[in-house]
Each structure stands twice: as structure tokens, then as C-alpha cells.
């Protein structure tokens, strides 16, 4: 499986915009990114995914750059609530593989 | 959204002794469904992957012998610790994927295993 790589841990404001960004520079062309995020104490939860185009649904956005080596997610206004563990998992579609691969992740903290 | 649940969502248990934990899809059909274990501070691991009437695929350093895993139906999967010991202790997590989209996985809400 392509890997992905994290910053641990980031920090934002409540009410405020947070990007969290995810490299994944061995992505290969059938590779779907996907975002779960993982509250304390709490199975994950599925965020959000792409191939290639942007994606927006009702939880966040998905910016996926042109050449696919990385990718945004972004909470448009962080609450409390989204103090969570984020993790870019990349999947793919070919193997039919559908096990998740979680890496360390990164560990949101939202500030009141 | 889909729902999956677990029970229990925790247990206290002597060493040596066997605990089930099941899972549950409470709304749709699932045709695979899979068992991860998380130690504190750690991310999940995937143990063992199972579709419905058939024989769990296991990881990799996973003994199949001690983690029993039963998928009878479509709705059901049961992860059984057989003589579970201290080093057993850990946060369980089940999920499962819907029988016609490869795309999302749900989870269950975890169980925390306590071997005394």
C-alpha cells in the first residue's frame, strides 16, 4: 500500500478554518484518498474521499492536488467537537482491497 | 448512516479466561466485516478480515488460535479471546462495508478489554 505522512499534531481556534494537509507522494493512479477521524475513545468515523477532483460533502472538503501527491482536508469552522485523531488513508481500487491501513495520523486540538 | 454496534463496550476479565465481543450491522447487510485492536497512544491495527460464511483471514502475527472470529451472517461477527491475558488488554473495533459500495467502511464504537 502507498503510504501517507502526517504532521502528529496541529492546532486551531474554534470557529476558525483548519487545513490538514497529507503527503502521499507514491500515490498510484487507482489510489482513492480517504478521511476518517477517530473521537477519544470512539471507533473512527468515515470523513470524506476523492480521486481526483475536489470533493465536498456536509463534514469537510477534500483538496486533492494536480498531481495527486498531496492532499487538504479542511473543516470550514473547527468546534470542539472536531478534536479528534485525522487519518489519510489511501486505497485501492484495483486489489479490491478493503482493509484501511491507519497511520499515526494527526491529532487535532481545537482551542476554545 | 449506516450503524454498527458493539457489545460489550467494556470488559473486565481474569487471566485465563475467554471473552466474545460482537458485532453488529444494525441496518444494512455486510458482506466483510473487520476486527482492529488499538493499544493507548497507539493507531489501529487491522487483525483479521471476515466475510460472512466463511473463514476469517488473519494478519500477519495474528494467532488465529486465540482470536476466533465467527461471521455467521450477514449482519453478526463475533471476535472471541480465547485465555486472555494482560497483554490481551487493548480497544477492539469492528467495522463493516456495505454489500454494494467498496468506498466507505463503518465502525463500531470499540471495546475496552481488560485482562486482570
Known amino acids: 500500500d502507498a503510504k501517507t505522512t502526517q504532521p502528529n499534531s496541529m492546532e486551531s481556534n474554534e470557529e476558525e478554518p483548519v487545513h490538514l494537509p497529507c503527503n502521499h507522494s507514491?500515490?498510484?493512479?487507482?489510489?482513492?484518498i480517504h478521511w476518517y477521524r477517530q473521537l477519544p475513545s470512539q471507533g473512527p468515523e468515515y470523513v470524506i474521499h476523492g480521486l481526483t477532483s475536489n470533493v465536498n460533502n456536509r463534514m469537510a472538503s477534500l483538496a486533492i492536488a494536480e498531481d495527486r501527491k498531496s492532499s487538504t482536508l479542511i473543516l470550514h469552522r473547527a468546534t470542539l467537537r472536531d478534536a479528534a485523531v485525522y487519518y489519510c488513508?489511501?486505497?485501492?481500487?484495483?486489489?479490491?482491497?478493503?482493509?484501511?491501513?491507519f497511520g499515526t495520523g494527526t491529532r487535532l486540538t481545537v482551542i476554545p | 448512516g449506516a450503524v454498527v454496534s458493539q457489545h460489550p463496550s467494556w470488559v473486565i476479565c481474569k487471566s485465563g479466561t475467554s471473552v466474545k465481543i460482537e458485532c453488529r450491522s444494525l441496518?444494512?447487510?455486510?458482506?466483510?466485516m473487520f476486527w482492529y485492536r488499538q493499544f493507548p497512544k497507539q493507531s489501529l491495527m487491522l487483525m483479521a478480515t471476515?466475510?460472512?460464511?466463511?473463514?476469517?483471514?488473519?494478519e500477519q502475527g495474528v494467532e488465529k488460535d486465540k482470536f476466533l472470529i465467527n461471521h455467521a451472517s450477514l449482519t453478526l461477527s463475533t471476535l472471541t479471546v480465547t485465555s486472555a491475558h494482560p497483554e490481551d488488554s487493548s480497544f477492539y473495533i469492528c467495522s463493516a462495508q456495505l454489500r454494494a459500495t467498496y468506498n466507505e467502511q463503518f465502525f463500531g464504537p470499540g471495546t475496552r478489554l481488560t485482562v486482570l
Open positions: 471476515s466475510n460472512e460464511g466463511s473463514k476469517a483471514t488473519y
Open positions: 507514491t500515490i498510484s493512479g487507482t489510489d482513492y
Open positions: 488513508i489511501l486505497r485501492d481500487a484495483r486489489t479490491g482491497a478493503n482493509n484501511l491501513f
Open positions: 441496518d444494512f447487510q455486510a458482506t466483510t
